[in-house]
Structures are given as C-alpha cells and as structure tokens.
C-alpha cells in the first residue's frame, strides 16, 4: 500500500470533497432540520452552583401563550444517563457513580443543571415561558477547587461520595517504585496543574426528537461523533426504546473534539419528550449554554518525582494526580485520568519503574470528559515538565537527557511498566529532524538579538509519544470499558462499478469524505469521484463506534480494508469465471483483474456489472451482488508520537508571550492525505497554544458561578495569536494494521503544550522565573518575573 | 429578545420627540453593545429609536481649529477619512482597532460616548483631546461628561450629535488589549497641546476613562518616554479581574505611556 503517484490516490494532497458543500453554505446541520409540526425546547438551567429545589412553580408558564408542555424532574419517569467506563478502587470496590437524571429531581449540583424543560410554538414563547417558572431554591456551599475537593470541611457534592471521592486508584508496581528511589542519586520534584478548558466546538450542540405513533418509532438527529453509541446509550439505559425502534442521526457536525463523544441528557429529554407531547422537539444550545452545559476537558492537578542515576538515566517515577470529574460522571470522565493518562507515563523513556495513585472527585462545576488528546496531553505536559526540570537541576543538556533516556529504535515491541507494548517508533530521528527544522543550534544568536531590542527570547521542546487508535475491545474491556470498540465498514459496488462507502467512524471536521474515498478508490482502482462516503446513520450504517482518540483512519480505515479484501476476493472470482481460468490464477491492479501470464483481463467496472447481471456467472458458487462489510478489532492501540519544539519571545514590560516560531515533526505511520494531516497538526497545535497561553475555564471558589462563561472572558485562540506551524512527519508504519496508519488528530494538541512552557520558562531563566502555571497569560508572566525579581534583590 | 416598539426618525427633532413620547425608549445607534444585550434578555425597552436614517448625524468635516465627527459617524468611516488622518492620525488609529471589521462598520462614535464602557477606546481619545460633545441641547466639555461606569453628564432624551476635537500638536493612542474580549486592559492616549500634555486612560479605572495626572506633569515638563516610565501610578482606584491585577494595570499605564510618546505624532 504505498504511495502510487495516482493524483487522487494514498499519498496524495487531494483537496478535500466536503469544502464546497460547507463553504458555500450547502451543508445539513442539526439546526438546519425542520421536521413537520416541529416544536421548540428551552431548557431552564440553574443559576446556583448546588442548591436544594424546594419548590418548582409553573402554573403561570403553562399558561402564557405559545406553550405545549412543561416538565420538570417530578414529571420525568424514566432512567438516568450512564457512565460508560467503570473504574475500581485500590481496595476493589468500584468507583462511586451518583444518579445523573434529565431533570433534577430535587437538587441541583453545577451552575447549568437542568431544572425544566420548557416545550413552545416557538423558541422565544419556550423562553418567556421559562422565565415565569418560579423556583425557590435553598442554597448551599459549594465546592469547586479540585485541589480541595476531598480535604475536609469541603461542600458535599454527593451523599455517596464521602470526601467527594468517586473513586481512588492507581497503576503500577509501588515497591519497585520505592526501591528505585531509596537508590537515586538525584530526584527532580513537580507540582502540575493542568488547567480545565471549554472545547468549543463551532456548532454548538442541538438535538431533535421526533416520534411516529404509528410505527412506535423514535428518530433521535444529534449532533454527535457517534450515533450508534448514543442508540445504544440512550436506548438500552435511558429511554428503554431497542435498537429496532430508534434511529440516530448525526449530520453535518460542525466540530467536535471530543465534546460530542458524550451521550447528553438533552438528547434524551427530546426524545422523551417528543413521544410525550406527539410532536418532534428541537433544542439549540446557544454558545453561553455551551458554557455551562458542554462536557469540559482537562482539569487535573498532579505532583510527580523522577529519580536519576548519577548519568542522568531515569531510574523510576511516581505521581499522585486529582481529577475533577464535575458533578455527573459523563460518558468517559473516569477513564481520562486513568487509562488515557497514566499508562503514557513512560512517555518515549525507559523509565523502568512506574508508580501513578489517581483520584477522582466530584465537584458543582460541569462534568469533565474527553477533550482532544484526553488524557494524554496531561500526561505528556507533566512528564516534559518534569524531564526539563530535570535537566536545569542536572546540568546535563535537556536534549542529551531525553536522548540518554530514549526507547531504543531495535526496542521496538517495547513493554512499558505501565500496561503499553509499543509497536514502532524512531525517536532518535524525529528529534533530530525536529532540532533541524528548528534550527536549534542557531537559538542562542536568536536569544542575543532578542535581548537588543529588550525582548526575553526561549526555545522549548517536547518529545512525546500517545496511544490512540482506540482500542482492543477485550484489553479495554478488562480495563472496565463497558462497550467495544472497534469499527465497521461496508463496501457497496453498484452494478455501473461506483462505489458507495458505509463507516461507522462519523465526520465532524476530518475530512473523512475525503480520505476515504481516497483509500478505496486506489484501493479499487475506481475513480475518486465514483466513491461516495457516507455516515452519521444508524439506519443506513450497519454499526459503528464513531470517531474520537484518533481512531477513524487506524480502526474504521482498517475496516473498510477488510472490506474491501472481502470485496477483491469475490470480484477475483467472478473475473476468473468471465476469463475461464482458476482464480488462483487472477491478479487484480490498477482496478483490473488478469489471468497471470496472459494478456486476458477485465475491469473491475465489467466485474460488477456481472454480479449484477449475473448471466454469465458462478450461481452455483457465488451469490449475485457485490457488496461487503467487516468489523474491525484492532489487536493494539496505535503509538503516534515526534518532537514539538517552540520558540517564543517575551516583552518584559508588559509580559506579553508571543509564539515566535513552531517545528511539528510527527510519526504517524501510513498518511493518506498529507494535507488533511498538516490541517490536523495545524488545528492540534493551535488549541494547545491556548491550553499553554490562553484558555481557562475558571470558576468563583465562593459562588461555584463560571466566571468564563462567554468570549469576553474565555480566551481563544485568533490567528494572529500562532506563528505559520512547521509541519513535518517522520512516520513508521504500525506494525499490526493493515494499513500502518497510527493516527494524527489528537498529536498537535498532545505535544506542543509543554513545547510552548518550557520555551516560557525558558525565556524567563536568566530573569530568575522557574516555574509559570498555563494559561501563560500576560499577568501571570509579569507578576512571575515581578516575584522573581524581589527574592532576587532579598537575597 | 423582548417585543419593542420601533421608531426610525428622520431628524434630531423627531427623534427627541420619539424619545419623549415612551415609558422606558432606548437610543439605538450602532447596536453593537445595545443589540447583544437586549438578545440576552439583560435590557428590555419599550421602544427602540432608530438614529441610522438622520442625515444630519453623520459625516466628518474640518472645523476651525480641529475637526468634527458626526455621532452615527462608524469607526471604520473614521479610521479612513483623509480629514482624521491629517489632522489627528492617532483618533484614526484608535478607530482602526476597535473591535473587529464588523464591529467597525457598524459602532458609532455617537453610541460609544454614551454608553460610556469603562473598556471602551473613545472616551480615552474625547478626554486627552480636550474634545467638546454637542447634544441636542448644548456643548459639553469632556472633562465634564465622563461621570463614572456607564454614566455620562447626558440627560433624559438628551442625544449625542456631534463631536469637536482640537487639533493637538501631537498625540498618540496605545492599546493593551483584554486577550479574550480584546476590549482595553489598558489604553492610553496621550495628547500634547498648545495648553500642555493630557494623558487619559481607559480601561483600568474603576470610575471608568480618567487623566493621569501625574504623568501630565511629567510629561509636560519633560515630553519624553523615559519621563512618562519613571512615574508610579498607584493601583488604589483600578480595577482587578481575571485578567489583570490593579498592579499590573497600574504598571501598565507609565508603560503604555511612554510607547505613546515614542510614538506620537
């Protein structure tokens, strides 16, 4: 499966299929759906951050015009959202998971929750109704820090929860730890935060619910990464509807990251309530609701200790992280800090010990979820927070010390202490790449310039590896996935030979319409344009698990491989039978099949015909038709991984940090579509620039209120705020996929965050700074060099 | 968005006139604080009077010593007329970076003035430049229509029309944008005329735009950025927030300052 120099093939930067329809407007977003007789929803939030619900008033609403129904958590009789991930404790016992229904029942825990659900002609009438709702709320403390969640005197977010701890858990062997670190000759201590942050996707969430009396049917449109696990989600725990009664729809999403994995219980409550009220229901979050009811990312706090040998060799590692889950357990919350975290603590090292405790705690801020990277951008920022530390407190060059402590390229498959086996990989390479590109050698000319003109230049670098791919149903399953999750494909060739390509992966941004068809079409050698790719419905896809952890190309581009083998194998004997020869003797290429050392051949184009006017056909043998599907289980993760580096310059005066230069050097096995992959690290990078220098989602410790809560306070990255990215790959194949595709989705966010801080405190070295919290913003840069500047002149 | 009554005048007069004759009428001029608050459902007017269709309020002339800028005047007129830009470079500067091209179009420097934003670039601009405000009913100087967070000397039914600057020997403006909203963290505009040097800040106060007045006397015995750097501004008055410390905005007005004269021409 190489690159074949076929203009539309793998390997080649096609322009991506999607555009036009989306800039030109042509797109179907959920909003953009109108059902018959559709009415609209408004959900009335609470304004406190944890209350108790003493009375619900809604006798005047009900009566204002325009209003079809109101409901709230006493007319609500169905289940709750489920957890999709169960964790268990150090001592066995599983994780606590607190009811999490549509409607409060009679408390309310975040800033957002979901009081009542207001049913209008119109979406204005839904909200003036809503404002006549009287609800007396008693209020209560609230707890917010996760720091403190679990000290004492804390708000009680659950009953349940006692020190509001969902669960406490860790990974890895203690006492090899210990034993390690009594030996040490140096230890490099860190505290981390890593801050939550908003994801923003640029379509906010929506949902319609529509029910058809007469069949019993239940149509679900979501903006979602993946209908077939809200089908299963919200049909088999929630709403009780089987998978024969319920579609889900997921059309043109408009960006996802993660925050649309979810099942969300405003989908459910559309749907409950479309049957209730016999018309289809539609809600439209706006983007302050997206504030407070979207699942968040992030939002750990970590101390962590490495100890070296006196040559600078990792010897072992430990961490201790609190995790915020929010109030609810959302779909994924407690596998990020665990599985997608702690299992990447070796990172790209031969850290030979590895030691990490996780507790999770409850919180009356919104849930906290996957958000690109999930896990692993946490995990990559402490361990290159903590390398570098290192280096400064040995002396020893912060790139001979990752060097020193690299994964060999023959170690490869390489166990980690931490549950992983990685398949391939070539740090050596990458970094040395990446320190090209960038220029590293020539940063200290660039440094003695910048202080000219009064500026504190830094250079940063990060070498980081992930797991994605996700992920072998049985290896997650024992790891408490409470579903699998490998992908399905299905191939239809229509009898003219185009080619109709059915993925249960969903498409919210990458491309997949694209990319896809580029792999079938070389793949079948059929035009690019004769592919279609369809997804998003549950009635049209014979199954999927979506797309989310950079998995779309690995497992559901596994998949159609599979298909379509199962595809080539029949046309092969359908071509044998239409040449009269053995099919062990036909070779398909190049879309054409040939009997070897002759010159017969037919296209695949006459093959397809043929098995659909099968006059001249094995009927005895084969059946007629030709079309295919496989499910695909990946026997590993993926391990995508390369060297961030980043360049920033400093205006003491004002603190202000402006990203001066940005080299991405990634291996990401087999590319299909360069240009998809560089828009991929282009969009990675970006969101982790914010995460290092903009974004934060901060709450009032008193109020529990967001203080965050609209683009005037949440800082998003513009496009004047990022320098022109440097992207490269470096790619070894995976070696246990049929197409040696890793994964690129999540990389750009995973890498360039600690990249970015430690070419911040790289810059603020010679003034003395040591350590800077993200979001670097400008107060905090200045008050830093302010503070360092004073125990300076103390001394 | 709440219901409201709509009125469009054609003249000052009327508009007035539509202003008197409602319970609780609200000026609509570019809509670019007023339309976002009213779809949040945080203001909710009788009625809406609609100042886009009186041609007496726009444009931008040469007057006397300075110029005059119509009220319903929008930003990006100001930002490209050659008349601001000889006379005044830096008030078509500050335009030019207000909010973003949409914003620009739209926002009046009318509106501005008189919603008074303590974030807002204008006030900064009227206050150093020593700028006169005429209304339906008289002359206001500058230093006297600024009266603290939204709140201006303008009375009930009173409407902005037209605003005076003198031409200053030079001056310049200096913006250290809020990094979310990019609204003034801090901005400061600096004005040296024939009567000396005014220095007002926007966005730091806690009363809203204000002189800095020891930078004044710095600067105008010495009009240099190294005078404007050595003053301590104290952080007393200023506003703290998730974005900026009374310290660091207080820091940052000597800072801005003295870029302003660097810059000033």
């Given at each position: 499966m190489a690159d074949t120099g076929n203009p539309t093939g793998i390997g080649a930067s096609v322009k991506r299929k999607e555009d036009f329809r989306f800039l030109t407007g042509q797109g179907t977003y959920t909003d953009d759906i109108k059902r018959p007789g559709q009415a609209y929803a408004y959900i009335l939030r609470s304004p406190h951050a944890h209350a108790e619900i003493v009375k619900i008033d809604t006798a005047r609403a009900k009566a204002m015009?325009?209003?079809v129904a109101i409901f709230t958590g006493a007319d609500y009789d169905k289940g709750g959202v489920p957890c999709g991930w169960q964790i268990h404790s150090k001592d066995g016992s599983p994780m606590v998971e607190p009811p999490h229904f549509p409607?409060?029942?009679?408390?309310?825990?975040?800033?957002?929750?979901?009081?009542a659900l207001v049913i209008g002609e119109s979406l204005a009438q839904a909200r003036d109704a809503a404002e006549a709702i009287a609800v007396t709320y008693k209020e209560l403390p609230a707890i917010v820090s996760t720091a403190d969640?679990?000290?004492?005197?804390a708000a009680q977010?659950?009953?349940?929860?006692?020190?509001?701890?969902?669960f406490d858990w860790h990974l890895g062997d203690k006492a090899a730890v210990d034993a390690a670190f009594a030996k040490a000759h140096h230890v490099t201590k860190i505290d981390i935060v890593n801050q939550r942050l908003a994801p923003n996707a640029m379509e906010p969430r929506a949902a319609i619910g529509d029910y058809d009396r007469a069949t019993g049917e239940y149509t679900l449109y979501t903006t979602s990464q993946n209908p077939h696990v809200i089908r299963l989600l919200m049909g088999a725990f929630?709403?009780?509807?089987p998978e024969h009664k319920l579609r889900v729809v997921a059309p043109?999403?408009?960006?996802?990251?993660?925050?649309?994995i979810f099942h969300y219980s405003e989908e459910a409550l559309v749907t409950w309530a479309a049957a209730k009220v016999r018309r289809p229901v539609k809600w439209t979050s706006d983007r302050s609701e997206a504030f407070i009811s979207d699942a968040q990312g992030r939002d750990h706090v970590s101390h962590a200790e490495l100890a070296l040998d006196k040559d600078g060799k990792f010897l072992a590692l430990r961490v201790s992280t609190k995790a915020n889950m929010g109030a609810y357990l959302s779909t994924f919350a407690p596998c990020v800090?665990?599985?997608?975290?702690?299992?990447?603590?070796a990172g790209v090292y031969t850290t030979p010990a590895i030691y990490a405790e996780v507790k999770a705690v409850f919180t009356n801020t919104v849930a906290v979820d996957a958000y690109r990277g999930a896990g692993r951008p946490e995990t990559t920022y402490l361990l290159e927070r903590l390398v570098e530390k290192a280096a400064r407190e040995t002396g020893i060059d912060r790139v001979e010390l990752r060097r020193k402590n690299f994964i060999p390229k023959?170690?490869?498959?390489y166990q980690t202490p931490v549950a992983l086996q990685y398949d391939s990989g070539d740090y050596f390479s990458t970094l040395d790449i990446a320190l090209k590109r960038a220029d590293w050698a020539g940063f200290e000319a660039r440094r003695a310039e910048a202080k000219k003109r009064g500026k504190l230049r830094g250079i940063g670098i990060s070498t980081y590896i992930e797991a994605c791919g996700i992920a072998p149903s049985a290896v997650v399953g024992s790891l408490g996935?409470?579903?699998?999750l490998y992908e399905c494909g299905s191939i239809r060739v229509h009898p003219t030979g185009s080619v109709t390509v059915f993925t249960g992966t969903h498409s919210h941004g990458q491309g997949h319409e694209t990319t896809f068809a580029q792999l079938v079409s070389d793949t079948l050698g059929v035009?690019?344009?004769?592919v279609e790719v369809s997804h998003g419905d549950t009635n049209k896809i014979p199954f999927g698990m979506g797309t989310?952890?950079?998995r779309s190309l690995a497992v559901g581009g596994s998949a159609l491989v599979k298909a379509m083998d199962k595809i080539i194998a029949k046309a092969t004997r359908i071509a044998a039978h239409l040449m009269e020869a053995s099919a062990a003797d036909v070779e398909f290429k190049n879309g054409e099949f040939s009997v070897k050392g002759t010159d017969k051949k037919v296209p695949f184009g006459q093959v397809a015909l043929t098995a659909y006017?099968?006059?001249?056909?094995p009927i005895t043998e084969l059946e007629p038709g030709l079309e295919e599907t496989a499910f695909y289980d990946p026997l590993n993760f993926t391990y995508p991984g390369g060297c961030h580096i980043c360049e920033v310059e400093i205006d003491?005066?004002?603190?202000v940090t402006q990203v001066a230069k940005f080299t991405a050097v990634d291996?990401?096995?087999?590319?299909?579509?360069p240009m998809i992959v560089e828009g991929q690290v282009h969009g990675g990078v970006v969101q982790g620039i914010g995460q290092a220098l903009l974004e934060n989602c901060a709450y009032?410790?008193?109020?529990?209120?967001?203080?965050?809560?609209s683009y005037m306070d949440y800082t998003m990255p513009r496009a004047?705020?990022?320098?022109s990215i440097d992207v490269a790959t470096h790619n070894t194949m995976?070696?246990?996929?049929?197409?040696g595709s890793k994964g690129v989705g999540e990389v750009g966010a995973i890498g360039s965050p600690p990249a970015v801080i430690n070419a911040v405190l790289d810059a603020l070295l010679p003034v003395g700074v040591k350590d800077i919290t993200m979001p670097a913003t400008p107060v905090k840069v200045w008050q830093a060099i302010q503070s360092a500047g004073s125990a300076k002149a103390a001394e | 968005m709440n219901n409201f009554g709509y009125h469009r005048p054609a003249s000052v007069a009327d508009a007035v006139k539509a202003l008197g004759g409602s319970g609780d009428a609200r000026i609509v001029a570019g809509g670019q604080t007023l339309l976002p608050t009213l779809r949040a459902r945080l203001a909710t007017p009788s009625d809406l009077v609609d100042l886009?269709?009186?041609?007496?309020l726009k444009g931008i002339k040469a007057e006397g010593d300075g110029i005059t800028i119509g009220a319903m005047t929008p930003h990006a007129e100001v930002a490209a007329s050659d008349v601001v830009k000889g006379a005044i470079p830096a008030l078509a500067y500050l335009a030019d970076h207000i909010g973003d091209r949409q914003v620009r179009t739209l926002g009046t420097i009318g509106g501005s003035l008189a919603n008074n934003?303590?974030?807002?670039?204008?006030p900064s601009a009227v206050l150093a430049l020593g700028a006169t405000i005429r209304t339906s009913k008289r002359e206001i100087k500058a230093d006297d229509f600024f009266q603290g967070?939204?709140?201006?000397a303008l009375e009930d039914g009173e409407i902005i029309t037209a605003v005076h600057f003198p031409k200053p020997e030079k001056a310049a403006y200096e913006k250290f944008v809020q990094?979310?909203?990019?609204?003034?963290l801090v901005g400061v505009f600096v004005a040296k005329a024939r009567e000396g040097v005014r220095v007002a800040v926007t966005g730091a106060g806690q009363e809203g735009v204000f002189r800095a007045r020891e930078l004044e006397q710095a600067l105008s015995a010495n009009f240099s950025p190294d005078a404007a750097k050595g003053v301590k501004v104290a952080a007393g008055n200023l506003i703290s927030d998730l974005h900026g410390t009374a310290e660091y905005r207080a820091h940052l007005i000597p800072v801005l300052t003295a870029r302003a004269v660097a810059a000033a021409k």
């Open positions: 015009p325009g209003v409607l409060c029942k009679d408390r309310v825990r975040h800033v957002g929750d979901q009081v969640a679990d000290k004492p005197g977010v659950w009953p349940d929860a006692k020190n509001n701890t969902c929630v709403l009780q509807i043109d999403v408009g960006g996802g990251f993660g925050s649309k800090p665990t599985y997608l975290s702690a299992t990447l603590l023959d170690a490869f498959p996935a409470r579903a699998g035009p690019f344009d004769s989310y952890g950079s006017v099968p006059h001249n056909y003491p005066d004002t603190g291996d990401i096995g087999r590319v299909i579509n009032d410790n008193e109020s529990g209120q967001l203080l965050t809560g004047d705020d990022v320098p995976c070696t246990h996929n049929p197409l | 886009r269709a009186i041609a007496e934003d303590p974030a807002a670039c204008y967070l939204f709140t201006t990094p979310a909203s990019r609204f003034a």
